[in-house]
């Protein structure tokens, strides 16, 4: 199965957000990969669109994400979002450590640790994002992203995880990594990630302007796509799905 996800960020307004999840609900109708399962689709929309996009994917296997999640379940936290309250709504997965969390919001290593666990404690599959800060030699960014995900996953419950390994240095970039140094990692984090106990069903894909042409590239190195602004238009989407299938049907 390849993992296909967006993230809207914030860069759309409540309408257009509803009509751009339209469109995804009918591409997830008309396309036999999604619909049969051999291509899973998630979508991060921003927390007021979250009880929109349920409602409109209600009747697709498209599943919503979340952008991010507390530390805690419960309590005087003025203006958080609980995994808890997450999961009540309808979201099956939630982002977890990305790098403009990181960066514009002082994120550690410990509080991407309490957030992984407390997506998992809540049933919610934390897609953990990791990646290097600067482009060096791709040996330094395998022994950064391993070392984040083993963090990331110190004391944390038993789950399914979605690694995205997104370089910080590729995130909102013209173009991607390039597709050896995205094997490279990511065919090294694979197995870090099968030796944690507990994680059966888990998968790596990349993210970090990442868009249609690529995973053909990237061939079997990884599981799938983060995706960003490319996605943001459906037929880019769509086109992204049809790479995915044919990957699929090729394997």
């Known amino acids: 199965m390849t993992t296909i996800g967006v993230s809207l960020k914030m860069y759309f307004g409540h309408a257009r957000a509803r009509e751009w999840l339209a469109a995804v609900a009918a591409i997830a109708r008309s396309e036999p990969a999604v619909a049969g399962g051999r291509v899973e689709l998630f979508v991060a929309p921003s927390f007021l669109a979250i009880g929109e996009a349920v409602r409109i994917l209600r009747d697709t296997p498209v599943e919503v994400a979340a952008q991010d999640l507390a530390t805690d379940d419960s309590g005087a936290f003025t203006g958080e979002v609980s995994g808890a309250e997450l999961a009540e709504l309808g979201c099956a997965l939630v982002e977890v450590g990305h790098a403009e969390r990181r960066r514009l919001y002082g994120e550690s290593d410990e509080m991407v640790a309490r957030k992984t666990a407390a997506a998992l404690r809540n049933g919610l599959t934390p897609v953990l994002c990791v990646g290097e800060a600067e482009a060096g030699a791709p040996g330094a960014a395998i022994e950064e992203c391993s070392r984040q995900l083993r963090s990331a ?79 943001h238009d459906p037929d880019a989407l769509r086109r992204v799905i049809w790479e995915a299938a044919a990957g699929e049907a090729a394997a």
């Open 153 to 231: 996953l110190t004391d944390a419950p038993p789950g399914r995880v979605v690694v995205a390994y997104e370089p910080v240095w590729a995130i909102g970039a013209r173009e991607p990594a390039d597709p050896g140094r995205i094997r490279a990692v990511c065919s090294q984090l694979a197995p870090e990630l099968a030796r944690t106990p507990g994680r059966e069903g888990s998968s790596v894909i990349y993210g970090g302007s990442a868009g249609p042409g690529l995973l053909a590239a990237l061939g079997t190195a990884v599981d799938g796509l983060f995706l960003g602004r490319f996605a």
